[in-house]
């Protein structure tokens, strides 16, 4: 998930899509891709409801380029949306804005945690352990590992 | 779990008087990824009370895995019967198979490949007959992935979280394993693992108690007694942790078996070997210090050095 758009060359058709705000983060990107007259199509996203915007995307040929641009804190749902239609990750540009959450998997009960960005430590909400949040990763649980912040 | 065996079969993992991070695999003299040991009884029952009690920590699968577990199942009763022929056997008809084993009295009928003709997953089923933690790892995309794993002793790591990631995430943690490139050396090293030419390696860390399971969910309680350490109780309390690692190519589905087998010795029992209490003491003094922290150590290494101080002591003086 980044907060800027970085144009990738070379796909067979490119899918610009964002509410509007999102869709001004995007304005970079359109404009590349006009400049090199490829296929695109502009979908805004007005409600920031995923259906008709699932069913356009799988409509869509092999191939196919998104980039999304919503808020942080709607990302990783409409993200989920994705994958399950099938677009990997490398079919994907998710960009954020606006306040992000952060996930944190308790490394004791396994449950994720919304954290703010700028927290390094919270409590579990499941079993009120202290948590320290650490840079490890999972992308399966889409949540950085939290650890035992004290013994 | 305290070692009860022949000090003589520890699996004492260092060779010179430093240590570094390294890919210290060697080829296997014995191609057999399980052992049975004298404590086999004991830990079965711990591990079937963990798979019980905690089965989302201590087992995870993806779908896709599970031919591959089905290549686990054949390999490891075919070394067990072949290691262990007076504690284990198997009855073969085309594809209904009968697993006989002695140790636990038990026997366990099913059709290889057929999932609903056993209870649970397939690499569930085995992890119930071995000591070993199995950890299998799928190669695709010019990478390695987690896809299933039953893991009951870590070394303090979540199977839960790590489910599903590439190896190079997965040892995300460990410091310096990135910047000196061992992580993409040892990745290269395992995607060019042979079927037939199996590997192992020993890993090492130091813990106080003598706790087996020792898994990332539980640290807030064993990870206490790491405060508790003092120059007088460290012999008794602090333990090293081997852990033999063992590493198969699958060739059916071109995964990895790792099979990780836990050994304890607390540094009393170590001590008891005057070149591995000398060793271990030199080791222990050159160590970096991202080492000792990422190993545990930090919280009472001065106490340690001096226990091992007064054996050595001990020691020249006799």
């Known amino acids: 998930m980044k907060n800027k758009a970085v144009f990738i060359n070379g796909k067979r058709k490119y899918i610009f899509c964002g509410d509007e705000q999102g869709l001004k983060l995007l304005s970079n990107v359109l404009e590349k891709g006009k400049e090199e007259g490829l296929t695109y199509d502009r979908y805004l996203l007005s409600d920031l409801k995923m259906t008709l915007l699932q069913d356009f995307l799988k409509s869509q040929k092999m191939g196919t380029f998104v980039y999304l641009a919503i808020p942080f804190l709607v990302l990783q749902q409409f993200r989920k949306a994705l994958e399950d239609i099938g677009y990997l990750e490398e079919d994907v540009q998710y960009i954020g804005y606006g306040e992000r959450k952060i996930p944190v998997f308790c490394c004791r009960c396994h449950e994720i945690n919304m954290s703010n960005q700028e927290q390094n430590r919270l409590f579990c909400n499941r079993c009120s352990l202290e948590l320290e949040v650490s840079d490890h990763y999972s992308a399966m649980h889409n949540a950085f590992l939290g650890y035992v912040a004290k013994l | 779990m305290k070692w009860t065996g022949d000090l003589a079969h520890f699996p004492y993992p260092f060779k010179d008087s430093t240590y570094r991070y390294s890919n210290n695999s060697i080829p296997m ?161 395992l995607m060019r693992l042979e079927a037939g030419t199996p590997w192992e390696r020993l890993n090492w860390s130091l813990m106080a108690g003598d706790r087996l399971d020792t898994s990332l969910e539980t640290f807030d309680q064993w990870g206490k007694l790491r405060k508790h350490v003092t120059r007088e109780n460290a012999g008794e309390l602090v333990h090293i942790r081997v852990e033999v690692q063992k590493l198969f190519r699958l060739p059916r589905t071109n995964s990895i078996l790792f099979s990780i087998h836990t050994h304890l010795l607390s540094l009393e029992q170590l001590s008891t070997n005057r070149e591995w209490l000398q060793q271990f003491y030199e080791i222990l003094s050159e160590l970096h210090a991202h080492i000792v922290e990422y190993k545990g150590i930090s919280h009472y290494k001065a106490s340690l050095m001096h226990y091992l101080e007064e054996q050595l002591e001990r020691v020249k003086a006799t």
Request: hydrophobic share 35%; with cysteine.
């Open chain 2, 29 to 189: 003299k014995q191609p057999f990824c399980i052992e049975v040991t004298p404590s086999y009884k004991k830990e079965m029952l711990l591990k079937r009370k963990l798979l019980s009690d905690h089965p989302e920590r201590c087992y995870q699968s993806l779908p896709h895995s599970i031919t591959g577990q089905w290549e686990i199942v054949e390999l490891l009763i075919d070394h067990l019967i072949s290691q262990y022929p007076q504690h284990f056997s198997v009855e073969k008809e085309n594809n209904s198979w009968i697993f006989f084993n002695k140790i636990l009295d038990e026997k366990v009928e099913f059709i290889f490949g057929d999932e609903n003709s056993l209870s649970c997953e397939p690499l569930f089923f085995i992890s119930h007959h071995v000591q070993e933690d199995l950890i299998y790892m799928r190669q695709r995309d010019d990478d390695l992935y987690l896809d299933a794993g039953q893991l009951c002793f870590p070394a303090n790591w979540s199977l839960a979280f790590n489910i599903g990631m590439k190896f190079k995430n997965i040892h995300h943690p460990i410091p310096g394993f990135k910047e000196e490139g061992l992580d993409q050396r040892i990745l290269q090293f």
